[in-house]
């Protein structure tokens, strides 16, 4: 026993949410107190996003069964004369060729688990079960944002843990241990190099996340290609005086795009964030969907759905802009990289169409500088952003940081709201 207690003497036990951690004085483990801000966000976020997810799985059932009960009752013509109803499962043939086919095969489930339609309908015909969410945290460092995921939302499946510092790792898998069962049954600690792992596990995880010490930009390419098709990726940045304009050519080596200096600087860099990820998912046929963008404390942090869509990537110029800022006053214009130009049923993509300013700004008669491009689509998702609130202020007790979560998302969706109106 005085073993033990002389071994225990070198860590103390910090406590978060459910998870309670065990950290060596001396620090040997990054752990940073102050993003719990961070990590009780990102919480009410995966809430929403597994409900979501079920919802979406749900929705998808009630309308491939509506859609089988319309086609078994219509009626086919025999050579004489009469009627009779085709079975189900030839007759939608054309249906599952078509868009509805396509959509309901980026589905996951396995709900109607009839005998009869296993042995008429071929398997990649079939909905297969949804399965719990699986969460990769690239960074994770002591695991206690892990810990958290997996002890505090419901109807979570694995949490992979990685790191690439072996101290890290060790620290993680003893705070595993030390949070019982309700961790251990479901978080696994990998000592990796996070992109190297996420490039040979490609669309393995519902959720990934990634919250590194500094710039995500390295980690970009690789998070992109790991997420599922309808997947989460949760990622922060923390080089603020780079992203906001102090080093406008560090951010588009990092990034791909240049900032300008303005009153909207943090908004700014979330879209360069965002203009960046959308960059390296288009490489692979896949598109994001933002659903909540926040500026917090140092830091900004995005949360965007991953699709896979040849097609649809042919909109990503229409959703970025460059942007002309006045050095003389405040006002600024944005500049579409792309437009359509539609001829009856015909749409063609073409290169926008400026510039959108003159020589000299029409307010004060000072010049432009250029920067961008940036993202210019909405940044967050007004259903989202109300549902998390909703599910926060629910749940009050379960965040530390309510107050601080509760005012930010306050003000995201007020201003959605008021964007709505324009």
Known sequence: MGDVEKKLEAYEVKREGEAEI???????VFFNPVQVHNRD??????????????EEHEEMINKRN?????????????????????????????EINGDHGKELHRTVDKAEGLSTEATHTPSWKRIRELNAPVVLEALAASGLRSLRYA???????????????????????????????????KV??????????????????????LDPYGSPAIFLDSAVQAVADGGLLMCTATDMAVL???????????????????KYCHEMALRILLACIESHANRYKRFIVPVLSVSMDFYIRVFVRVFTSASEIKNAPLKLSYVYQCVGCDSFHLQCLGRTVTKGKSVKYAPGIGPVVPQVCSDCGKKFNVGGPIWSAPIHDQDWVLSTLADVKAMKDRYPAYNKITSVLTTVSEVSLLLSCY
């Open 22 to 28: 065990l950290m060596l004085k001396t620090n040997a």
């Open 41 to 54: 966000m990102s919480i009410a976020v995966l809430r929403t996003f597994v409900a979501k997810r079920k």
């Open 66 to 94: 509506k859609s089988r009960q319309h086609v078994s009752q219509v009626p086919k013509a025999d050579g004489d004369g009469t009627s009779s109803e085709q079975p189900a499962s030839s007759s939608l043939d054309g």
């Open 151 to 185: 002890r505090e939302i419901d109807g979570l499946g694995k949490v992979v843990a990685l790191d690439n510092d072996e101290a890290s790792v060790e620290a993680c898998k003893r705070n595993i241990k030390f949070n019982g069962s309700a961790a251990s049954d």
């Open 188 to 209: 696994e600690a990998h000592l990796a190099d996070a992109r190297v792992y996420m490039l040979t596990h490609p669309k393995e995880f519902d959720v990934v996340d």
């Open 244 to 262: 906001c304009g102090s080093n406008g050519e560090v951010c588009y080596s990092k990034y791909g795009s240049y900032p300008v200096k303005g």
